[in-house]
């Protein structure tokens, strides 16, 4: 049986391979979803019952493998530097000037690919296989985002005529379509839509789970195909031949343009056709074609002398500002909104902008009944840049002193563009912070979206997220649109919700500054809520990425008694108070306990503990007789001592690698 189910699985995993590459690559299916929805459940399947079987490059892991704690920080194999921009013709022509110049002669060609709008990464591949994926990063190094890349269907996990080593570059978007879909599936759970399809293929390929990841629909095209740092053929134009022959989506609009003129016409051609394609682009690139050529122009600090990236402006249109009407957030912050006369930009009517706050409006010197300039720059949400004309009957718009809803009085802090309604029993301030806390990722309790809980609100039932976990099936089924099995239906989803872990129920105390990811990092660092709630800002600062900021907002939320008691009807409520770090299932440091001291040669502290857990291990502040290796820098000093006291082993950063790459 277990020759028949190796054989199966590889049989599987070809033919999906191949379908997919026909489907995400060259949009050219062959089967329907059902038939490739089988063959990947089948191999699901066979995976999961020969777990010696899994292989990292097997299109199983497509639908994502298990959350990480953190990202490992890797070096790139050659700079990853940005491009000029050219903003006008003027500036393309000059830059042409400049090659020709320094070439000395005209004889060379461009290709001109469209400028895709993502982010760049980097994809390792070893004998055929993908085998890292990391983010551009500051340029030097970035962080190794492999697990969430190997989700992205247009991306090979497995290459069959590569060289031996190589590394392709490229760029991550998330297409027109599917942003849209994920900002109305945002919009429906009720957490805060993304700006752009950039930010969100960003957001999507960062986050901690890969099955996020999967779920997003990214896409992956290449422009690069380096070998230990370098360009493998002597032409550009052939390289992304090859990389299309080995299996990677290559832009399809790519054109070898002869010269200036060539490249003008291809930039006039797309600035038209732009709003015709599946993704957002944001202007054109343009690269000398001939390697050679490539190496005679060189690199300035910032970027290379042989490409330009053609900016494209954003697009705009004119319209009436008719209103400004003021909305009430979770935090109280008080946005003005601009509401105009609906006016179409590339294809997208627009009717409402944010206008962020009071000294906004100022800077833009704005009226209601101005006619206005709005821009969309690749973001859904337009934005105001100028007045084009003063209205006749122009009326200057004043921040109310009072909340629009609850009519408490507003106040503005010294420093601060935000004015705030301070009533934490807002109606408009309650109704989002329970809506948040309800929402999907968050507590996650079904049915329990932005009507309910206004009505529960308006109905005085709620007054904070703790009354939810009072909430009886006989006193929601009168409720409009609800009934007996609706209201049994929600009850089971708050029962189910004190279930939630740790970190969800401190992203849902809606703590300013303090989102999934810093809930998370915050749980990690410190395993119970007690052990945060009762920290200083100073040891608050002791998790990942928390600064001063972050730690003030958090001891300003718990030294409020009000917030106090909250905590404790929660814990009477059986919230989960307390959280395991996560285990991992192996790794070569797997049950053990590193401490880091001293400065290390080249790691940081984030990244040496970053290291040591990607490894399966532990990494703890403090030496004890548990610790198994003290990982010692210059300047250690106290836990060094110790660690000799106790006898437990001290090594060097050189070593710490070694023991976690051990495979
Ligand atoms: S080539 C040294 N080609 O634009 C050459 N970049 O402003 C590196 N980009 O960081 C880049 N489409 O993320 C290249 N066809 C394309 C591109 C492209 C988008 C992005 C890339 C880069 C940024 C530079």
Known sequence: MGQDAAGRVEELRDRIRYHEHRYYVLDAPEIGDAEYDALMRELLSLEAAHPELASPDSPAVRVGGAPRDGFVTVRHS?????????????????????????????????????????????????????????????????????????????????????????????EVLMGNRAFAKLNAEREAQGLPRYANPRNSAAGSLRVLDPATTAARQLDFYAYLLLVNGEPLLDSHWASLDRLAEMGFRVDPSRAACAGLEDLQAFIERWSAGRDSLAYEIDGVVAKIDSLAQQRRLGWTAKAPRWAIAFKYPPRQAETLLENIEVQVGRTGALTPVAHLRPVAVSGVTVSRASLHNEDEIERLGLAIGDTVVIERSGDVIPKVVRVKEHGDARRRFRMPAQCPVCQEPVTRAEGESASRCINPDCPARLKETVRYFASRGVMDIDGMGEALVSQLVDAGMVKSVADIYELKAETLAPLERMGEKSARRIVEGIEASRKQPLPRVLNGLGIPFVGERTAKLLADSFGSLDAIVGASADELQRADEVGPKVSGSIRAYFDNPRNQRLVERLREAGLRFTHDAPKREGGPLKGMTLVVTGTLPTLGRDEAKALIEAAGGKASESVSKKTSYVVAGEAAGSKLEKARTLGIPVIDEAKLRELAADA
């Not at 830059?95 to 060379?108: E, I, K, Q, T």
């Not at 993502?118 to 500051?138: E, M, N, P």
Request: charged share 30%; aromatic share 6%.
């Open 78 to 170: 050659a700079a990853m530097l940005s491009l000029d921009n050219a903003l006008n013709d003027g500036e393309l022509r000059e830059f042409d000037r400049r090659v020709r110049d320094l070439l000395g002669h005209s004889d060379y060609r461009y290709v001109a690919e469209l400028k895709l709008d993502g982010l760049s990464l980097a994809v390792r591949f070893r004998g055929g296989s993908l085998v890292q994926a990391i983010t551009r990063g500051d340029g030097e190094t970035g962080e190794d985002v492999t697990s969430n890349a190997r989700t992205i269907r247009s991306l090979p996990l497995r290459v069959a005529d590569g060289p031996p080593e190589f590394e392709v570059r490229g």
